[in-house]
C-alpha cells in the first residue's frame, strides 16, 4: 500500500505530493492524476518520496483519475491511500457536498485552488444534473475572471474557451426553463434561477475580456429576462439589474437602439420587484444589497439620457445633475476592475464618450 499526502501552499502556488510505500516495492512505479504525475517511487526504497508542482499543473485535471504507471491502470483496491483535502475535492460524492465544499461562502475550502478543481471535477461528474454543472461553470469562472490580464497564456485562453463551450447549452436550456410571462408557467426551483443567472453573468464577462461584445450582449440577456422572477431568487436581484445595465449599453454600443433602451428601463423599473421581494427588516447586508441595485438603476437612468434613448415623445427630459455621470465604477461586479485592467477597450471607450452631456 503506499500512502499518498497531497499538500498545498497558497502562497507559493505549489502543490506537495508525498508518497510513502508501507514497504520496498520490486519495481519503479509513478502515481498519475488524469495524466499528470505526482509521485515516482524507485524499486527496493521504502522511504517517502516527495514531488513539487505548480498549481498551474494541475488545472486542468477534471476526471480525477488516479493510475499507476507502468500500465496506467487504476490502482486495485487497497493499494493507494490518497489523503488532504485535494483528493477530497476531485470525487465530491454528491451536489449537497458540492455546494457545502466549493460553493457556501463559510465552509468552502480556503484554497481557490480546490474551489477550481472541484468545480471543474463536478461538471464532469454531474452530467445529469444541469444545476450543479451551471453552479459549477459560475464558480470556475469566477476563477478565471479573478487571474484575467492583459496577456494570457494559451493554456488559459483554452480554458475559458471550454468554459464558454459548456456554457451555451446550459443557456439554451435555462431559456427554455425560463419563460417570460406565459400561461401555466413551469413551476421553477429557486436553484434554475440563481445558477442560470450568475452562469450567464460570469460567461458575459469572459466574453467581454475575450473582445466577443456580441456574444456578451447575448449573455447579459438572460439575467434582464429573469427579472421578474426576482421574488424566486432575491439573490440574483444585483445580477439581473446589472445585466439590465450591460445589456441596454452594449445593445447601443453594437447598434440596436430599441433594445438598449428597452433593457435600460427595465433596469430602472426593475428595482422595484427586486426591493418587493426582500424583507428589508432581516438583515444589514440585505439593505446594502438594495444600495448596490440602486446605484445600477441609476446608471441605467443616466444611460438611458446619456445615449439619447429617451423617446422624443416622453415629455420633459429627465433630469441629471451636474454628478450624474456615466460609468462603470459603480456596478458591483467584477467589471470595474476589469475596466481598470485594460480588458474591455472598446466598452470602456463608448462610455467615455458618452459619459457627460
Known amino acids: 500500500m503506499i500512502r499518498l499526502l497531497a499538500q498545498l501552499d497558497d502562497s507559493a502556488q505549489e502543490a506537495r505530493f508525498t508518497a510513502t510505500p508501507d514497504k520496498a516495492l520490486p519495481a519503479p512505479v509513478e502515481v498519475t492524476l488524469d495524466g499528470v504525475v505526482l509521485a515516482r517511487i524507485p524499486a527496493g526504497d521504502p522511504g517517502a518520496q516527495t514531488l513539487v508542482l505548480p498549481f498551474e499543473a494541475l488545472r486542468d485535471i477534471s476526471r480525477g483519475e488516479l493510475a499507476f504507471r507502468p ?22 460524492p454528491d451536489a449537497a457536498t458540492f455546494f457545502q465544499k466549493v460553493q ?11 474551489l477550481e478543481l472541484g468545480a471543474r471535477c463536478a461538471h464532469e461528474r454531474f452530467t445529469h444534473d ?57 413551476r421553477l426551483a429557486w436553484q434554475e434561477v440563481r445558477w442560470s ?48 445595465f450591460l445589456h441596454g449599453v452594449l445593445s447601443h454600443m453594437l447598434g440596436d437602439p430599441d433594445a438598449a433602451r428597452a433593457s435600460l428601463e427595465a433596469g430602472i423599473e426593475g428595482v422595484k420587484p427586486v426591493v418587493q421581494a426582500q424583507d428589508l427588516m432581516a438583515n444589514i447586508w440585505v439593505i446594502g444589497d438594495q444600495v448596490n441595485v440602486m446605484r445600477i438603476a441609476r446608471q441605467c437612468f443616466i444611460a438611458r439620457s446619456r445615449l439619447g434613448l429617451v423617446p ?46
Open 130 to 186: 444541469p444545476l450543479t454543472r451551471a453552479a459549477a461553470l459560475a464558480i470556475l469562472g469566477h476563477r478565471h475572471i479573478e487571474r484575467l490580464g492583459t496577456q494570457r497564456a494559451p493554456a488559459e485562453e483554452a480554458r475559458i474557451a471550454w468554459l464558454l463551450e459548456r456554457a451555451r447549452p446550459l443557456m439554451a436550456e435555462a431559456w427554455r426553463r425560463l419563460p417570460a410571462h406565459v400561461p401555466d408557467p413551469p
Open 71 to 92: 500500465g496506467g491502470a487504476p490502482p486495485p483496491p487497497g493499494a493507494l491511500r490518497p489523503e488532504g483535502e485535494f483528493f477530497e475535492a476531485l470525487a465530491l
Open 197 to 244: 443567472v450568475s452562469l450567464a453573468t460570469v460567461a458575459g464577462l469572459l466574453h467581454m475580456a475575450g473582445g466577443d461584445y456580441a456574444a456578451a450582449r447575448e449573455m447579459f440577456a438572460l439575467p434582464r429576462h429573469c427579472l421578474h422572477h426576482a421574488a424566486l431568487s432575491k439573490v440574483s436581484a444585483l445580477n439581473m439589474v446589472s445585466g439590465c
Open 312 to 357: 422624443p415623445d416622453a415629455g420633459p427630459e429627465p433630469r441629471l445633475g451636474a454628478a450624474a455621470v456615466l460609468t462603470l465604477d459603480e456596478l458591483a461586479v467584477p467589471l470595474p476592475a476589469m475596466a481598470r485592467k485594460g480588458l474591455v477597450p472598446r466598452l470602456q471607450e463608448h462610455i467615455l464618450r458618452h459619459s457627460r452631456q
Open 104 to 114: 457556501l461562502n463559510h465552509s468552502r475550502y480556503a484554497s481557490p485552488l480546490l
